[in-house]
């Protein structure tokens, strides 16, 4: 993405004058139309003729986009009936630019996303061109693609563009999956239900965005996160994964294996036992305090400090903790003078803001 940005904004410095000559022109053959449609006349043939052979060329397609950029501002009927009448050159153009290389190629997905083609027309055979985009050797164009597909809003192109850069051995960080999933513009509900009946054809990596992405929009797959997290054949990061999807959606059958977790008193399971600490924030009970002030005693620093979030979370004051757990347990008492001193920056900070 760093290099077809950089790449995109040379091409912009290097041609910008010609650029916004031919913009200009533009803008002024795009008014003119929209001008005869506010008049109740029709948009003249010639001039989507001359766009379908002109935008062909990625230049006047960059100089066109300037041009929209502009006349968009405008919240107008007349153009949005001009847009809609874009449509046969629109879908012209993805199939031109399937055949480009990479760079040119994930402009035009830029293009597409730019703009929400998808409020002024019909993208379906657009975006079944537009899927194929994926299945460029690019990174950066594959990016570009999904975000278009996110903004089109369905939910069938969207899990069938990740089955196809699942299958691709072009590596996406699972942080860039889930955030661009969370920018969907359809029916998240629906998305989920198609991805989560996908899951097992997902490779791992893929498996975690998923879930995140279930954890950050959904309440509605506790069942499902519970069996994963209790299963020792899934892989730690997916397991994790079910584990954080607790402290945000309480579920109490979720509560005991959660404790036992945390109690798990080997150095080997400490990412159980810490992530298991902080989801405990959210439930009440004895037990849960219990085994969060037990593990303010872990020689894991992670452990300790994700115990004393949950515990202050349960309201415990830290001084009373002092007397609890932190009286001659170093650890604990090192946790929790860390805690004061941090909240004690904290409030200094806030009193010089304000």
Request: charged share 25%; proline share 1%.
């Amino acid at each position: 993405m760093i290099i077809f940005n950089f790449v995109y904004n040379m091409i912009l410095k290097g041609s910008n004058h010609r650029l916004k000559k031919r913009s200009k022109k533009f803008n002024k053959y795009i008014t003119e139309q929209i001008e005869r449609i506010q008049d109740g006349k029709d948009a003249q043939t010639k001039h989507f003729s001359y766009f379908e052979k002109k935008l062909s060329h990625v230049h006047n397609l960059m100089a066109f986009d300037r041009a929209l950029e502009s006349i968009l501002q405008n919240d107008e009927p007349a153009i949005e009936e001009y847009m809609g009448l874009l449509q046969p050159i629109m879908l012209h153009l993805a199939e031109v630019y399937q055949k480009r290389d990479n760079l040119q190629c994930a402009y035009f997905a830029y293009f597409i996303e730019k703009h929400s083609f998808e409020n002024y027309m019909n993208m379906n055979d657009i975006q079944d061109v537009i899927i194929g985009y994926m299945n460029k050797n690019s990174l950066y164009c594959r990016i570009n693609t999904l975000q278009a597909l996110y903004t089109l809003g369905d939910e069938e192109s969207v899990a069938e563009a990740i089955s196809i850069l699942d299958r691709s051995d072009s590596f996406m960080h699972e942080k860039i999956l889930t955030d661009g999933l969370l920018s969907y513009t359809g029916d998240h509900n629906k998305l989920i239900h198609i991805l989560w009946g996908k899951i097992e054809d997902f490779s791992e990596r893929v498996q975690l965005s998923i879930l995140n992405y279930i954890r950050f929009k959904s309440g509605d797959y506790c069942e499902e996160m519970f069996s994963i997290m209790q299963d020792n054949s899934k892989d730690k990061e997916i397991r994790l994964s079910a584990i954080r999807y607790f402290g945000k959606y309480i579920y109490e059958p979720a509560k005991e294996p959660l404790i036992a977790f945390v109690s798990d008193k080997n150095p080997i399971n400490w990412e159980y036992a810490a992530i298991s600490a902080t989801s405990l924030a959210r439930y009440e009970g004895e037990d849960v305090l219990n085994v969060l002030m037990e593990a303010m005693h872990s020689s894991n620093w992670y452990v300790r400090y994700n115990a004393s979030i949950s515990l202050e979370n349960h309201h415990l004051s830290y001084r009373d903790l002092i007397e609890v757990v932190g009286g001659k347990d170093r650890y604990a008492r090192e946790m929790i003078m860390y805690r004061l001193d941090s909240r004690r920056i904290e409030q200094e900070e806030k009193e010089v803001t304000t």
